[in-house]
């Protein structure tokens, strides 16, 4: 029993010697208190949130945005990164859903995205979401045309739809949308003659052959619908394209459910 103890107490010393000396590492800052975050890890110290950071309905009945995973839009501009899976449009774009949409990308090689609301890129993550068919339609269009064209500027996207669908009015800013609602629908902004990355203020302020290219294009790929400005001067098949005020900055297309 005496052994016994003396060896408990030999131990206790150590492990209180021991304590002592990480206190004094911490106190003269060469110890780290908290291990940072593993590398893939996209959560900060000190957050709790899952590592997906899904959106969540707010008090208000929108969705809150999520952060973006972090890279600045120039770093960013070489990877398109999209997590691909059957989406299902409900109902009808004025009175619709969307279940299992498709996060369309904040920003890209070919295109950047824009917020109409808050003015700025890129736009809100819970204002981008689509069916999947409507993402690579998208998508596949702008890489086109960039290819196509590599003098002119990156493309603005605008709105979709909500991560779930439904209503997308004027209570989430501005004159909000009529339509959106199901996952079929992406706001294009018109190119600029100053190249500038934003949406034209003006009809005078749109490069018309590109735009009518861009019509063009989304007509080649099987757009069910496109709405043009009244004073952009474009057009398109009659059973495809028609001018619809409020759309002189940019051109709204819709593709098969």
Do not use: C
Request: glycine share 12%.
């Amino acid at each position: 029993m005496f052994v016994v103890g003396v060896m408990g107490r030999a131990w206790l010393a150590r492990a209180l010697a021991f304590t002592s000396l990480v206190a004094a590492g911490v106190a003269a800052g060469h110890i780290v208190a908290s291990p940072l975050p593993l590398v893939g890890d996209d959560r900060r110290p000190g957050d709790a949130r899952r590592p997906n950071h899904r959106a969540e309905p707010a008090s208000d009945g929108r969705e809150r945005a999520a952060p973006e995973r972090g890279r600045s839009p120039s770093r960013a501009r070489g990877r398109t990164l999209v997590r691909w899976h059957h989406s299902v449009a409900v109902g009808t774009p004025e009175a619709g859903a969307l279940r299992r949409g498709v996060l369309f990308p904040a920003t890209g090689r070919d295109f950047f995205t824009w917020d109409p609301i808050l003015r700025r890129q890129p736009n809100r993550r819970w204002r981008r979401w689509g069916t999947d068919d409507l993402v690579r339609v998208t998508l596949g269009v702008l890489r086109g045309f960039a290819r196509a064209h590599p003098e002119a500027p990156r493309l603005g996207v605008g709105d979709l739809s909500r991560r779930r669908g439904g209503d997308f009015g004027p209570q989430f800013g501005g004159i909000g949308h009529a339509t959106h609602q199901n996952g079929l629908d992406v706001d294009v902004y018109y190119p600029r003659l100053d190249r500038r990355e934003r949406p034209p203020e003006s009809p005078l302020q749109i490069d018309r052959a590109l735009s009518q290219t861009l019509v063009d294009r989304f007509v080649a790929a099987g757009a069910a619908l496109i709405y043009v400005g009244p004073n952009t001067g474009l057009g398109g098949p009659p059973a495809v394209v028609s001018p619809l005020a409020n759309h002189d900055n940019h051109l709204h297309v819709r593709v098969s459910g």
